[in-house]
């Protein structure tokens, strides 16, 4: 047996993970344009009437994997066109109600534009990330999207299009609102995407993904565990009143469209309505407020203490402003006669030497004393209307009743987040948020609203002339229901919760939004200190006089001395 000692074995270096070049080029994706075609036929079902959620997760994932597999101008030129034609597709019957989209290359033009700005995030990661490592890398397109997004709601469309309403039904996620506002599901949402398609373009070596995933998925589990932990130990607990949103059944409408020919109506909005026009309007509005009231009374006795009326539409309440006193008159009664709240929403075609508009877009509420309260003027109209009724002053109004503190505020309106912080910190209670919608938005457009419940923490009664109604309390627990284009007539009865809850959004705005935009500046910021500091090329591959001097090994085995 040899007993002679024997060469220790070598150690071996301990495994190391080399870092990556972010900026190197990559082999070109040859199933690039499949990503391409893919993600675009995704992006058709981002919000919408058809809207699935768990598209919106993998859409920006493959558009950034197609993206970062190609040259940067051609392949943004080519995000940029599918995201313009499925603009295209889309905002024409959403932006505007059935025949009254403009003709021409209008909505073409505001598709490519639009398409143009949504490609914007994807230039931002394209130029930016490459240039930047791990975690950091990973956070230029959610901070790009959600800057951009917020930015967005500052225009005349408000925050109608963002990504966080395509999240509506999964509550968990849905309570980040209160912190964050939307801002911060939307970031979460593109985050999931940025992460993936970093950890695709490495090929999905674990060591190199590891910190990005592993921080990714921390995070969102807290925001999953704290939205749930808020459902479960924090549900609405206060007293409830019980409230009704009504709407005119289809038979009233369709007697209200036989009595009013098209070209009263469109007199009446133009300001050259006859005497004989006013007078054939007059007896068609009547057959339908009629209804409106006679449903309110009953509601009242069956025990509504605050009923409310959709906005004003073909389906809607209307009356002539000399008729409009008789009419309040007769509301005030059923009011006090029911000792109820009754919100009115009325259109309230103008009389006299007036420069146009010729009408009111208004919500008038009426106390259980038969008082009038307010009445509110909506301020942002539907692009189809601009013009058509007169625009309010943006107040929200909020007043103090046995029931909380109720807020008012008509349809669009509620896609203008800030101007419902008004409502957050005013520590509102109730939103009455009278609503007319069309097929292509609906039911779409009433989640929009249980958003803002969220963020400011009351509970909502929205009414829909055309569309869906809804009833939800301050966590998005929806408490009633009705479509118009399924139900023959929508009566929505529900127990809300009297008292509302005290929410960080409300309380610190878009702080979370302009953190990104911020942070989208500092990471661009350190993409150009890092090109500036980029090393020189690697010098070529050395001959064989010029390899490094090695050792002999106590194993006998060559070992270079600088590995």
Not at 317 to 331: C, N
Not at 352 to 372: N, W
Not at 415 to 437: H, K, N, T
Request: aromatic share 8%.
């Amino acid at each position: 047996m040899d007993t002679s000692p024997r060469a220790p074995a070598p150690r071996r270096a301990p495994r190391s993970v080399p870092p990556v070049d972010e900026a190197a080029p990559r082999p070109p994706d040859r199933l690039g344009y499949l990503w391409l075609v893919v993600a675009a036929g995704l992006f058709l079902f981002v919000g919408g009437r058809w809207n699935i959620a768990w598209a919106a997760w993998l859409a920006p994932l493959l558009l950034l994997r197609f993206v970062h597999g190609r040259r940067a101008v051609p392949g943004l030129l080519l995000a940029w066109l599918a995201r313009a034609v499925v603009f295209a597709v889309l905002l024409p019957p959403i932006l505007y109600p059935p025949g009254t989209a403009p003709g021409g290359a209008v909505p073409y033009v505001v598709a490519v534009l639009v398409g143009g700005l949504a490609t914007v995030p994807y230039v931002a990661d394209r130029l930016i990330a490459p240039r930047l490592r791990g975690v950091a890398a990973t956070l230029v397109f959610p901070a790009a999207l959600t800057g951009l997004e917020y930015l967005g709601s500052l225009g005349p469309f408000g925050a109608i299009t963002s990504t966080a309403y395509t999240q509506y039904g999964y509550l968990p996620l849905m309570q980040l609102a209160s912190v964050t506002g939307i801002w911060g599901i939307t970031f979460v949402v593109a985050w999931f995407a940025s992460v993936l398609a970093w950890v695709w373009r490495h090929g999905f070596a674990w060591p190199a993904a590891r910190t990005p995933v592993l921080v990714s998925v921390v995070v969102v589990s807290v925001i999953l565990l704290g939205g749930g932990a808020r459902l479960a130990l924090a549900p609405p607990d206060a007293p409830t009143v019980r409230v009704a949103g009504i709407s005119a059944s289809r038979a009233a409408a369709a007697a209200l469209h036989q009595q009013l020919p098209a070209a009263t109506l469109s007199a009446l909005a133009a300001g050259t309505a006859s005497p004989a026009d006013r007078a054939c309007a007059r007896a068609a509005f009547a057959t339908l407020d009629d209804g409106l009231l006679t449903d309110s009374a009953e509601q009242a006795r069956g025990g509504a203490r605050i009923v409310v009326w959709p906005e004003t539409s073909p389906t809607g309440a209307a009356v002539l402003q000399e008729d409009e006193p008789a009419l309040l008159q007769r509301a005030a009664a059923v009011a006090r006669q029911g000792n109820t709240y009754l919100d009115l929403g009325l259109a309230v075609f103008l009389t006299g030497p007036v420069a146009g508009p010729f009408a009111r877009d208004e919500a008038v509420l009426i106390d259980p004393t038969g008082r009038v309260v307010w009445t509110y003027q909506k301020t942002h109209p539907t692009p189809a209307d601009q013009g058509v009724f007169v625009v309010g002053d943006g107040k929200v109004p909020v007043t103090d009743s046995p029931y909380g503190r109720l807020a008012n505020v008509i349809c669009f309106d509620m896609d203008y987040s800030g101007m419902i912080r008004q409502a957050g910190q005013s520590r509102a209670d109730v939103m009455l948020a009278p609503a007319d919608d069309w097929p292509a938005i609906d039911p779409s457009h009433t989640y929009v609203s249980v958003f803002r419940a969220i963020e400011y923490g009351f509970s909502l009664v929205r009414p829909a002339s055309q569309g869906l109604a809804m009833a939800a309390d301050y966590e998005g627990h929806v408490l009633a229901a009705a479509d118009y284009f399924t139900t023959d007539q929508q009566v929505i009865v529900a127990e809300l919760p009297t008292r509302g809850a005290r929410t960080v959004y409300a309380a610190v705005g878009d702080v979370f939004a302009w953190l990104c935009l911020a942070g989208l500046a500092v990471l661009a910021g350190l993409a150009v200190r890092q090109r500036r500091r980029a090393p020189a090329p690697a010098p070529t591959r050395p001959t064989g006089s010029e390899v490094p001097p090695t050792a002999l090994s106590r194993t006998g085995a060559l070992v270079d001395r600088q590995g």
